[in-house]
């Protein structure tokens, strides 16, 4: 197990804390913990779901953009000039990982009006849980864009690695990626994947474990499925 990791648990997995090149921040907050309870919950039907899900992730958009990137500007109010600041250039990029990651879609760009939204479509085969892509749509050029990568979940990290390897690849170099709920084997599969690169994880909760057919343990169950519906 890394280091990184049993140092988190160790620090009672809330709060940011520096795993290797990630960083991993578990917002410790009552609200946080009371509209992820009520996720996890298998009586919640899907409005009910989709509502919190969009509530969290706001509260989550709040700590992922400690550090988003602003601008002086000079403004006046009914009272005198002063100086404030705007969120500035180039516009921060939103990627939603399809399907469940358009969950989260609306809570971010409510704190975020500026960004960009890309999307990449991603699905795990059951089976094996390998990741496969199957549509994206994005810039090509992301060298100096803050990038926001959006999914609910955490599980083997197969999906999150192989999207933000992507990013990379097309020059992201500052990437957060907000989850509802991470699995302590998705954490060290980023860590050791991405080895190198800066990437912060925003999550609600990092989970027990994963169990045989790698979902997360206590979870919610399947994420896509809870907030659309099961798909076949
Ligand atoms: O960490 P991993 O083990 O890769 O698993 C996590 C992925 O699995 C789920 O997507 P899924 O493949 O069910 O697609 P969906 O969003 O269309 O339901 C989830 O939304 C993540 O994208
Ligand atoms: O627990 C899990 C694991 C992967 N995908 C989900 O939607 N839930
Ligand atoms: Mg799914």
Do not use: C, W
Not at 178 to 199: D, F, S
């Amino acid at each position: 197990m890394a280091y990184g990791l049993l140092r988190v648990r160790a620090l009672g997995l809330s709060g940011p804390v520096n795993v290797v090149d990630m960083r991993l921040h578990v917002v410790d907050h009552p609200l946080v913990a009371h509209k992820l309870t009520t996720l996890r919950d298998q009586r919640t039907d899907s409005p009910t779901f989709r509502r919190l899900a969009d509530e969290l992730v706001t509260l989550l958009a709040y700590e992922a953009t400690r550090d988003v990137r602003t601008e002086a500007v000079d403004i006046t109010t009914p009272v005198t000039d002063t100086t404030g600041v705007r969120l500035s250039h180039p516009r921060p990029l939103v990627v939603p990982i399809l399907r469940a990651g358009l969950g989260m879609l609306d809570g971010m760009v409510r704190l975020l009006p500026t960004a960009e939204v890309g999307f990449l479509g991603m699905i795990r085969n059951e089976e094996t849980l390998e990741a496969s892509t199957y549509a994206t749509r994005m810039p090509e050029d992301l060298s100096g864009r803050q990038v926001y990568v959006l999914d609910p979940m955490l599980a083997t990290g197969g999906t999150l690695v192989a999207a933000i390897r992507e990013l990379i690849k097309r020059g992201a170099d500052d990437v957060t990626a907000v989850v509802l709920l991470a699995a302590p084997e998705g954490v060290e599969l980023m860590e050791r994947e991405l080895a190198g690169t800066p990437v912060t994880v925003v999550t609600a909760a990092v989970d027990d474990h994963l169990n045989e057919h790698g979902y997360i343990v206590p979870g919610l169950g399947d994420a896509g499925d809870r907030l659309y519906g099961a798909a076949e």
